[in-house]
């Protein structure tokens, strides 16, 4: 069992930046593929960006390339979002989540993965 905490949430003008923190419990932290998604009032969850396991592959939605990075510190049993150039349109509940995704296709969609935090509210004014 993992239980994932995310903060850095905000308000935040567009062009402006925030970093996002998902804190994972328990010592296995490691061994998770981990990602971010994002759900806007109305619309489904989308998926915005995952690294593996040892940070070697770091896929993103195309919306989000250039603007956001996705990192992790495993020794912190943490993973960040830092996001750029903020939209409007990046409005939305941000969610961590934690699997055993090893394809792209399981790291980029939300049956990949196992474990969810409560999310973090972005609002991205213009």
């Known amino acids: 069992q993992v239980q994932l905490v995310e903060s850095g949430g905000g308000l935040v003008q567009a062009g402006g930046s925030l970093r996002l923190s998902c804190t994972a419990s328990?010592?296995?932290?490691?061994?998770?593929?981990m990602g971010w998604f994002r759900q806007a009032p109305g619309k489904d969850r989308e998926f915005v960006a995952a690294?593996?396991?040892?940070?070697?592959?770091?896929p993103y939605a195309d919306s989000v390339k250039g603007r956001f990075t996705i990192s992790r510190a495993n020794a912190k049993n943490t993973v960040y979002l830092q996001m750029s150039s903020l939209k409007p349109d990046d409005t939305g509940v941000y969610f961590c989540?934690?699997?055993?995704?090893?394809?792209?296709?399981?790291?980029?969609?939300?049956?990949?993965?196992?474990?969810w935090g409560q999310g973090t509210q972005v609002t991205v004014s213009s």
């Open positions: 328990g010592r296995t932290f490691s061994s998770y593929t």
């Open positions: 690294i593996t396991r040892t940070g070697d592959a770091t």
């Open positions: 989540a934690a699997g055993f995704a090893l394809s792209t296709y399981h790291m980029t969609n939300p049956p990949g993965y196992a474990y």
